[in-house]
């Protein structure tokens, strides 16, 4: 089945520097979001990208999107200890209104 | 204005035994989701309701799940019979519109622990 892929699975930075966490699916989408979740409860929507945009920008969050190798990516610049949490792409498929598929996260940990 | 909630925040049950948990969407939200999350993992989808069409309830694991939503809002995921490998956060969430187009917002989550 279709699935997000986070990569790498866990993360640790000094806090100032930039995170860029992976997201690999297998079938053709029509957009790809963004979540963060912290303390394993409820997640937050970060952003949501489709499938004819290449980059996408929301204050220190960048996302990129290469359909022809189906991949995404999200790159937090001057991080901070704030960011901490469990970070997941979701793809939907291009054919119907699917639910989401999550991917199992990276954990990222943002050391101060 | 007011998010998802859900209740209870955690439940402690036996083995064996029903339980039921409760999802409030956001008002005016058309679509609402059930995941579960076991410890370090993602989400795993249980069942959609989008507006008064059936559910999608392709990834409800057993027969012992169910839900239902009554009258498009509150919704109601029941495990009957319960087992240990139930043990897990449930996470509901709510959208305007369809999961292609519409983020999520999600609930807090009730703890599900089976003893």
């Known amino acids: 089945s279709q699935q997000g892929e986070e990569d790498p699975q866990a993360l640790s930075i000094q806090e100032g520097e930039n995170a860029t966490m992976n997201c690999s699916y297998k079938?053709?989408?029509?957009?790809l979001q963004w979540y963060r979740q912290n303390s394993g409860r409820g997640l937050v929507h970060l952003i949501l990208?489709?499938?004819?945009?290449r980059e996408k920008h929301s204050g220190r969050l960048r996302v990129t999107l290469d359909t022809s190798k189906k991949s995404s990516s999200l790159l937090i610049t001057a991080s901070r200890a704030a960011d901490t949490a469990s970070y997941f792409c979701?793809?939907?498929?291009?054919?119907?209104?699917?639910?989401?598929?999550f991917g199992k996260g990276t954990r990222l940990s943002v050391i101060a | 204005g007011a998010g998802v909630s859900q209740s209870p925040s955690n439940k402690v049950t036996e083995k064996g035994k029903d339980v039921e948990l409760r999802c409030d969407p956001i008002?005016?939200?058309?679509?609402l989701y059930w995941y579960r999350q076991s410890l370090g993992q993602g989400l795993e989808f249980l069942i959609y309701?989008?507006?008064?069409?059936?559910?999608?309830k392709s990834g409800l694991p057993s027969d012992r799940f169910s839900a239902e939503r009554t009258g498009g809002s509150v919704s109601t995921l029941t495990i009957q019979r319960t087992q240990q490998e139930d043990s897990a956060v449930y996470l509901c969430?709510?959208?305007?519109?369809?999961?292609?187009?519409?983020?999520?917002?999600f609930g807090p989550g009730t703890r599900l622990t089976v003893t």
């Open positions: 969430a709510s959208s305007l519109g369809g999961p292609t187009i519409y983020e999520q917002y």
């Open positions: 990208i489709r499938s004819n945009e």
């Open positions: 079938t053709s989408i029509n957009n």
């Open positions: 979701a793809t939907d498929a291009a054919a119907g209104n699917t639910p989401l598929v």
């Open positions: 309701f989008q507006g008064n069409s059936a559910p999608d």
């Open positions: 008002s005016g939200h058309t679509a």
